[in-house]
């Protein structure tokens, strides 16, 4: 069994050029022909600037999520490794193209390479870290001696307006206002595109900075919790999610089945305090404590709770101070999966890490309410 598991090497992609908020309807279009009602106020609370698509000005697609995946782990060879010296792929997304085969078999099949052990996560903003445990736990274990763990998201193939057209056009045909409910145009103005990759190793790097992971903790309160963000299904009365496949043919495009919605009253009320419960767990477990943490990563959907969760971490005696959050939501957009590969990009170069530091990773999903964290040491 390998006593010690390290990020070697980390690397991003991000496709085109970054899109800035009044150019957004310009790529994603416009429902009913109409410029949107609701932008400007979800992007006044959320603080995103700017963000990346897959798309180019048209709204013609220039990168897949399989694509954008490949070319993340691409950027982590060197003359020291390459596609042959891959064990294990562990990926992960929110935003698959496809039901079966599944994501990472999509993505191995475009780096081709000679065949290995592939993985792949579904579900949403968890998926990278679920990712990272199983290719941790696999070097751990002794299995592997390396592995290479890649999150990618590509949201626009669900955020485009052409999405919404049947669903427009049956309200119209019904003499019903002819916009699209809140919970399905909440989040066309918080999602990006892109992906991460980290080389995980059972050895630091022999220059430059490696990332020990300590731990990864895990957990879901869908036991206790309806779904709140979802896509492929509708929620009814009761607040049960019914899938795609229980509906009929005709209604999967005039209900816009397939766009991603959020429950914004069951976000607000719960994400925040169980997030705050589950690292109150882990802090009791792992014996931690708030002045451990050198460097804070916390995946945000919106720059709203940033506050709110600077408050709850003090009522909870676990506070850490602004300056060692690493966050780049208003530059790169809520990017799911992608969003702590990304952190880390951007820590590892701030020219701030120094060896000893300790960084903490912070992952809510609120999809049915999962959560993750890790531990890592610089060294």
């Given amino acids: 069994m390998n006593p010690k598991v390290y990020i ?18 310009n790529y994603l279009g416009m429902v009913n022909g109409k410029p949107s009602l609701a932008r400007r106020i979800v992007l006044k609370s959320n603080g995103i600037k700017s963000r990346y698509y897959a798309l180019d000005a048209q709204g013609n697609v220039t990168h ?33 193209e496809q039901i079966m085969p599944s994501h990472g078999v999509m993505v191995h099949g475009l780096l081709k390479g000679k065949n290995v052990e592939v993985v792949s996560f579904a579900g949403s903003c968890c998926t990278g870290i679920q990712a990272l445990k199983y290719a941790f736990l696999s070097i751990l274990s002794g299995e592997k001696s390396n592995a290479v763990c890649v999150a990618s998201e590509r949201f626009t193939a669900w955020t485009q307006a ?23 145009e909440f989040l066309r103005w918080m999602l990006s595109d892109g992906a991460g990759a980290f080389l995980l190793q059972n050895r630091p790097a022999e220059t430059g900075f490696s990332f020990e992971i300590n ?6 309160y869908a036991n206790q919790m309806e779904t709140c963000m979802y896509a492929g299904g509708e929620k009814n009365e009761k607040g049960e999610l019914l899938g ?10 005039t209900k816009s089945l397939f766009s991603v919605k959020q429950d914004t009253r069951l976000l607000g009320n719960n994400i925040i305090s169980l997030g705050g419960k589950f690292l109150m767990e882990i802090a009791k477990k792992r014996s931690m404590e708030a002045e451990d943490i050198d460097w804070f990563l916390p995946h945000l959907s919106s720059m709203f709770f940033k506050d709110k969760i600077m408050a709850e971490l003090d009522s909870l005696k676990f506070h850490i101070p602004e300056e060692k959050w690493v966050l780049n939501l208003p530059e790169i957009g809520n990017v799911a999966s992608v969003s702590n590969f990304a952190m880390m990009n951007d820590l590892l170069h701030s020219g701030k890490l120094k060896k000893g530091d300790n960084v903490l990773w912070m992952v809510p999903e609120s999809a049915r309410f999962s959560y993750g964290y890790a531990l890592l040491t610089v060294c």
């Fill in 64 to 96: 897949t999520n399989v694509q954008m995946a490949a070319r993340a782990v691409e950027k982590l060879y060197d003359a020291h490794f390459s596609v042959d010296d891959i064990e294990l792929l562990s990926a992960g997304t929110a935003t698959p």
């Fill in 244 to 253: 795609w496949t229980l509906f009929p043919e005709s209604e999967w495009l």
């Fill in 8 to 25: 070697t090497k980390i690397a991003t992609f991000f496709p085109n050029n970054p899109v800035f908020n009044d150019e957004m309807e």
């Fill in 215 to 220: 731990w990864i903790e895990l957990t879901s």
């Fill in 162 to 184: 052409k999405n919404f057209e049947s669903e427009i056009e049956k309200l119209s045909q019904l003499e019903e206002r002819p916009i699209i409910a809140f919970e399905k």
